[in-house]
């Protein structure tokens, strides 16, 4: 019998990406996700990729009796992966309740309900932005935990917290802990990809956007940064790639072959890219011009933060595969065809 995994948040960018890569490996999967920032079609892109639809729920991980109902008509989910959360940095500053409700009483009501329906394994979505500015690069998963910038980043050191918390309780269930780095990419089906809500304030949309002429300029962020070329370094990672580790790590846990209750590991290439080197190597591998200006420093950004991946690479046997050049390349060709469709 396949195993039977609930995806919170499987409509989203990176849920709908790890959906596909969990029915191509052979598992059931269950979607539950209140479309808040996603969109109901996302599950037939899945469905045309993999050949099979997954079941879909529409619903919030905080309402514990819909959570329940959900539990009591699929019995034998034997792994989550959830991915629920409200992600937006800035907005979070302005509706820190809201992102504390959201992204923490939803982990609480799955942790609650995992005993009960015989769940053995929990992935957890997490965040580079844990290490804040990491005293040494490339940063290791020992690195310690800075004070973090916004209600969004403190969501995520409880959320870990409480993970950590709650499994060495003697629960019958194990966690592993995924830290992404920045996550970039469409599918090369062009079926999913990334759908930012109006204005995007992560950089690959706005500069997919500003090469299809829908903005007029990129603002680089700063040039006074101190790095070969002034502009801020991040570690961008494949979205299928990153869907890949996902598969990786639940096989893992099902199977018993963790090493610890609560594992924790870097999910990143290990190379860290400028801004400008960003838009350089998009111009190149597109054959686009990104009009771009230098403004000033956005406030509470990282100077420069990659990963050291080995953990992940030697533990769970897993190493991200797609160049640079080619992440890219998805997602201009997923901005296209967002315009293709009229969608933007
Ligand atoms: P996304 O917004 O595309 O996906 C999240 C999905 O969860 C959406 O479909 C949304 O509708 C759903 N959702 C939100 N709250 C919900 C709730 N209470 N109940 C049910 N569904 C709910 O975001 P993403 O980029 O795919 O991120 C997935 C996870 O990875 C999030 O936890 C995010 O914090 C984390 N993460 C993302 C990044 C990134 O840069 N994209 C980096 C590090 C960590
Ligand atoms: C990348 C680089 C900007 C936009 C955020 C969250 C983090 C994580 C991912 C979830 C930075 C520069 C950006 C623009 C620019 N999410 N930039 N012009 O800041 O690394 O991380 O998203 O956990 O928590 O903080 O990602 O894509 O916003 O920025 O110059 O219009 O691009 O300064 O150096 P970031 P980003």
């Given at each position: 019998m396949e195993n039977k995994i609930l995806v919170t948040g499987g409509a989203g960018y990176i849920g709908s990406h790890t959906v596909v890569e969990l029915q191509n490996a052979g598992y059931e999967v269950i979607i539950i996700d209140n479309l808040s920032n996603s969109n109901v079609e996302v599950i037939d892109g899945i469905e045309k990729i993999t050949g099979k639809r997954p079941l879909f729920f529409e619903l919030d991980c905080n309402d514990m009796e819909g959570l329940k109902s959900m539990f009591e008509s699929n019995t034998?989910?034997?792994?989550i992966i959830h991915f629920a959360a409200s992600k937006a940095v800035g907005e979070s500053i302005q509706k820190p309740l809201l992102y504390y409700r959201n992204n923490i009483v939803s982990l609480l009501n799955l942790l609650d309900l995992m005993p009960q329906y015989g769940a053995e394994g929990i992935v957890f979505s997490s965040s580079?932005?844990?290490?804040?500015?990491?005293?040494?690069?490339?940063?290791?998963?020992n690195a310690p935990i800075k004070p973090a910038l916004s209600p969004y980043g403190n969501t995520k050191q409880i959320d870990e917290e409480i993970i950590r918390d709650t499994v060495y309780s003697g629960v019958p269930y194990k966690s592993i802990i995924l830290r992404y780095f920045n996550p970039i990419g469409a599918h090369p089906s062009l079926e999913i990809g990334e759908l930012p809500n109006g204005?995007?304030?992560?950089l690959i949309p706005f500069l997919t956007q500003t090469a299809m002429g829908i903005r007029t300029e990129l603002s680089v962020y700063g040039n006074d940064y101190d790095t070969p070329d002034g502009s801020c370094i991040r570690d961008y990672i494949n979205v299928v790639d990153l869907a890949k580790a996902h598969v990786v790590s639940i096989d893992r846990l099902l199977k018993g072959k963790?090493?610890?209750?609560v594992e924790i590991f870097n999910l990143g290439t290990g190379r860290g890219l400028s801004v400008l080197e960003l838009i350089n190597i998009f111009e190149k591998a597109t054959g686009v011009k990104v009009p771009y200006k230098i403004v000033d420093r956005r406030e509470g950004d990282i100077e420069k933060v990659w990963a050291l991946p080995d953990y992940a690479n030697n533990e769970l046997g897993w190493t991200a595969q797609k160049s640079i050049e080619d992440s890219l390349a998805s997602s201009w060709n997923w901005q296209m065809k967002l315009r293709e469709k009229g969608i933007m």
């Open positions: 034998g989910i034997k792994g580079c932005t844990v290490y804040g500015q990491p005293d040494i690069l490339p940063v290791d998963e204005v995007p304030q992560n963790t090493k610890k209750e």
